[in-house]
Nanobody, 114 residues
Framework: QVQLAESGGGLVQAGGSLRLSCVAS????????TGWYRQVPGKGREWVAT??????YYADSVRGRFTISRDNAKNTMYLEMNSLKFEDTAVYYC?????????WGQGTHVTVSA
């Protein structure tokens, strides 16, 4: 089992920056890939970015503005978000995938004011 906990959300003006963190605990060595998703009310969960040994991957909507990274020593993954837009407003979820299953954090709210 893996537990994920996000932090770092908040209110920011358009054009500003935020850094989200996701701390993993439990069987973290079993994770093959970790990433970020986001969701706005009334819509499905949208993939944002993924990091795995092979590299990093981004949705077209955030490429060039967001950077995903991780510190394995701290079992922590980050999402650096720059040049934020109103449409980036969402609940952001941390995601982890292992052979045993898929894991989600509780989400952290990001609100970008126009």
């Amino acid at each position: 089992q893996v537990q994920l906990a996000e932090s770092g959300g908040g209110l920011v003006q358009a054009g500003g920056s935020l850094r989200l963190s996701c701390v993993a605990s439990g069987s973290t060595s079993s994770l093959m890939a970790t990433g970020w998703y986001r969701q706005v009310p009334g819509k499905g969960r949208e993939w944002v970015a993924t990091i795995r040994t092979a590299g990093t991957y981004y949705a077209d909507s955030v490429r060039g503005r967001f950077t995903i990274s991780r510190d394995n020593a701290k079992n922590t993954m980050y999402l650096e978000m720059n040049s934020l837009k109103f449409e980036d407003t969402a609940v952001y979820y941390c995601n982890g995938v292992s052979q045993q299953g898929t894991y989600w954090g509780q989400g952290t709210h990001v609100t970008v004011s126009a």
